[in-house]
């Protein structure tokens, strides 16, 4: 392992970055104007409490302002190192940590996917809001089935969700990640809730891994246009 990548696994460096970028988040939120669509989803979603929060990699780093109290949120965070700044920073901006990653390939124990769909299962059954990614490991703007089976197992309804921000750097990376900038609008759009039936079959689980995709694509558009300013 080379120096530059030891100074990065060490739990100061990881600290002090997370901690960074959680108050460079605060920051941007602070100095942003709010618009939620639709503006009274927090005033009428009560009864689906708990529910699962789907987002696109790439556009989370804004997410845990979706969090409004009393609401309690976890969201489910790599056992990467990356994924140690990120779970620093969250849990920093008030939101609780359940550590696994999915996987398309045989190593999903060695990636903590059966803990981290476990530890979900427990947090919702707990009463606190899930959120996680969406996407297939890797492919982005592709859903896969994990989400899907949650709910299902669940019985919680998918909410899918988008926040985007009106001054943002947009990166040329896999997941197209979205840098947020102060003094911004900043929007949150959330889409209509997505129910997956207990015995739903493959061909069922199928069709709400479809909708999944389909409505975190509305959904983001949706919320880009908000923060562009955009009425229509």
């Known amino acids: 392992m080379s120096v530059w990548k030891k100074i990065i696994a060490s739990r100061a460096t990881q600290k002090t970055i997370g901690v960074l970028s959680a108050e460079y988040l605060r920051m941007v939120r602070n100095t942003s104007r ?3 669509d639709p503006v009274d989803f927090y ?26 109290d009393p609401l309690q949120a976890k969201v489910l965070i790599s056992l990467h190192r990356d994924g140690e ?7 920093r901006l008030g939101i609780g940590t359940i550590r ?10 060695r990636k903590g996917g059966v803990r981290g769909f476990r530890g979900m299962l427990e947090a919702l059954a707990e009463g606190y809001n899930v959120a996680l990614t969406a996407d297939v490991p ?14 299902q197992a669940s019985g919680r309804p998918i909410f899918p969700v988008a926040v985007v921000t009106s001054r943002r750097i947009e990166l040329n990376n896999w997941d197209r990640s979205a840098i947020s900038l102060p003094f911004s609008r900043l929007a949150i759009a959330v889409g209509p809730p997505i129910r997956v039936a207990p015995d739903a ?7 709400a891994r479809q909708s999944v995709e389909d409505q975190l694509n509305a959904t983001s558009k949706r919320a880009q246009r908000l923060a562009d300013g955009e009425t229509s």
């Open 138 to 151: 890797k492919v982005s703007r592709k859903a896969g089935r994990g989400i899907v089976q949650l709910a």
């Open 201 to 207: 079959d493959d061909g069922g689980i199928e069709r």
């Open 34 to 36: 709010l618009v939620v």
């Open 85 to 91: 700044i990120n779970a620093i920073a969250a849990e």
């Open 100 to 109: 696994g990653s999915g996987t398309h390939g045989r190593d999903v124990h």
């Open 43 to 68: 005033d009428q979603v009560g009864p689906d409490v708990p529910f699962i929060t789907a987002m696109w990699h790439g556009q989370h780093f804004m997410m845990p302002f979706f969090r409004r």
